[in-house]
């Protein structure tokens, strides 16, 4: 136990929750720690106006607890709208589990973490992430209901990952509708970064459109497997922002778009599943308008897995979730002509239509 104590004062300086950037008046922040399981974790609940807050946890090797808060909390955010422009009954919500997946986690450390989830009553629903598995979300089930993405042999909807690239798909072939004159990716160069579960699979669907696919990742092996299994090139400039191809598909985390890399993007569409895109959404958006770049708003083209998840809730089948999950393409052309008619950014026309029915949703609770 330590014996240091910050003063009211002092602490009062520092605002640590309510004074980060990206604090906007969530509800509610948890903070869950376990020393037996080394469990370090934080949930973040930003809005339930439209229902339960639901959304995947994360466990990444953050630099600090600083930076695990802020991601949580843009994540969580991002969520709420993620929701509310598909249409879903749910508010937004995220956690994050500090470590390393590889190496920290435990079964005992997962199952503590879904007693924490229980002791929310229902308020935060769960689901895998990057770094978790629908194995975890087993284990979670064993200890909680409140938990989405269980394998589809105890009567959950499975992996989400392939329906997200669903999603995204659905999305980039909207884009290219409206800044090419074509849904067609055939012969179109596409810069994924990311292979994981969801680049993999979004890749498939472009190999099978016979785009041009480019690949970068962290792990060599990863982009190797890519280049066998779908004859994908490994993409190997100096500097991915500035690669000559038409479309650039973050597929990692978030905030590629930002003061460094904007000027140097010189893709014409911006699609992919990476949670927060834009490192400052006022400003990177507004350049990417200028510039004349069509983006397709993250929270938007990647909510196939939450639609997947959803299923669960509202007892809907996995060709109900394709079903739906396909819409994204007509949704996102809306956002396109929306924010054309409107001389706004795209990002700025999702979170508009989405908080409008935010709104409308909580002047009908208040009314009844």
Known sequence: ??????????????????????????????????????????????NTVMGPALGGTRMWNYANEWEALNDVLRLSRGMTY?????????????????????????????????????SLSGKYITAEDVGTTTEDMDRIHKVTNFVTGISESIGGSGNPSPVTAF???????????????????????????????????????????????????IHQDKMENMVAKYGATIFDGNDLYAADVDIYSPCALGATI????????????????AN???????????ILRERGIAYAPDF?????????????????DKAEAMRRTENIYNTTLEIFNFADSNNITTQFAAMQIAQNRIDQRKKENTNK
């Open 1 to 46: 136990m330590t014996s240091e104590i910050i003063s009211p004062i002092e602490l009062k300086k520092m605002d640590p929750v309510f004074g980060q950037l990206s604090f906007d008046n969530h509800e509610q922040i948890v903070f869950c720690n376990d020393k037996d399981t080394g469990l370090k974790a934080i949930i973040g609940i930003h």
């Open 82 to 118: 993620k929701s509310a422009i598909t249409g879903l009954n749910l508010g937004g919500g995220k956690a994050v589990i500090i470590g390393d997946s590889k190496k920290d986690k435990t079964p005992e450390m997962i199952t503590k973490f879904g007693e924490y989830v229980n």
């Open 167 to 217: 999603g995204v798909y659905m999305g980039m072939k909207a884009a290219a509708k409206y800044q090419f004159g074509s849904e067609k990716l055939e012969g179109k160069k596409v810069l994924v970064q990311g292979t994981g579960h969801v680049g993999e699979t979004l890749i498939s669907y472009l190999t099978k459109e016979n785009a041009i696919v480019y690949v970068s990742d």
């Open 258 to 273: 930002n003061d460094e890399t904007i000027y140097k993007i010189k893709a014409k569409v911006i699609a992919g599943a």
């Open 276 to 286: 927060n895109q834009l490192a400052v959404e006022s400003i990177h958006g507004e």
């Open 300 to 316: 938007l083209i990647n909510a196939g897995g939450i639609i997947n998840v959803y299923g669960e809730i509202a007892k809907y």
